[in-house]
């Protein structure tokens, strides 16, 4: 994993959008990535300080090509800890301490111009290691570490007093720094992925929602305008009044799939199971199937009104569309809604009704239970448990 959790670490302070995977970045990918650049301007101020170890270089040189040698050193040192921390994170955890390590070995190139004045530059291995983004168990011993190494080697040179505390000091409290302001900063590139993700998953789940609410009402409405228009040609000649009227209907009907379909899109349609229930009896009759309806709907709790609604619609159109049904009955009982008919039973409808996938959807998500299966009539049963 790139982002080191996988280590033990919560990986890059400063993550790229558009990279997912830095372990298939070259080097100099990495180094002139987006986070990379963030972190060289943040970074290039903290330079300022090599201006005086610079100095000591210089004048502690016996000539003007000593001098050069070991301002271009300086120089070779900066470049180097500006390109650590990219490098560090785009290592596993388990070898981020490797690049600090080698800052701190390239310090004592330093050592025949300025002597032990070199943990002066320490402070930048300790920010390294802070912005490594290693478990604190690990990025605390080392830190203390780094500014005893340094107590002790001005005390053994300069002579134990207060004035050798202060180098010390700052390695620590600055590591210590930069160690927290980059998990901070993790956390921060965290969740701004986390958003992203949602994000992604809201749409999935507006698609999910629209693509099944589409096929609840195309289904239903189609179903009832093919019977009724079936019923129309088959009037035509013998009976054109009720014809005419079963036309209107039909038009009707397409009508308020269009405006169902509208309002689906936009995400403001409701179903109640009273208008259902009017529905179901005006299709099933149409279809020819005698519906055995209750008088009521008092008995369906208002908050589970809606989804009671849907399984009338989405159990009537199956027993339309798949039955072969001559009565369907619908039923309302114990919290539980029923749709049963004495037609073929449930292999047809349990086997290629898409409804009933995203009805069992449905119903989940409120919470309540659905099963399918033979009825007391010897159809087909629907049941859901709201």
Known sequence: MVDGRADGGPGWPIRPSSITSFGKLSTRQILLSAGARRWYLGAAIALIWLVSIAQAAVDHSGSV??????????????LAFLAG?????????????LVPAGLLVL?????????????????????????????????WPVILGLAAAALIALGV???WSEDILWVPAIILSISA????????TATIAQLRDTQAELEILA???????????????????????????????RLVDADPVRARTEIAEVEGLARGALADVRATVAGFRGVNVSTELAAARSALTAAGITADLPSSTDVVPADRRELAGWVVREGVTNVIRHSSAATCRISFRGG???VADD?????????????????????????????????DLGGFSLRVLL
Do not use: C
């Open 65 to 78: 090509a000593a001098a050069v040698a070991g301002v271009a050193l300086v120089v070779v040192f900066g």
């Open 85 to 97: 921390a990219p490098l560090t994170w785009s290592l596993p955890a388990r070898r981020r301490l």
């Open 107 to 139: 310090s004592f190139a330093l050592f025949p111009w300025i002597q032990w004045d070199v943990v002066g530059s320490w402070t930048y291995v300790g920010v390294l290691v802070g912005m490594g983004l290693l478990p604190w168990r690990v990025t």
């Open 157 to 159: 040179t300069e002579g």
């Open 177 to 184: 720094m930069m160690a927290a302001f980059a998990r901070t």
């Open 203 to 233: 749409v999935e789940r507006e698609r999910s929602r629209v693509g099944r609410d589409l096929h609840d009402i195309l289904g239903h409405s189609l179903t009832v305008i093919t019977v009724k228009a079936e019923l129309a040609g």
């Open 336 to 338: 539980e809604v029923e």
């Open 343 to 375: 037609g073929i039973g449930p292999a047809a409808p349990a086997a290629v009704s898409t409804g009933l996938t995203g009805l069992r959807e449905r119903v989940e998500a409120t919470g309540g239970r659905m099963s399918v299966g033979r009825s």
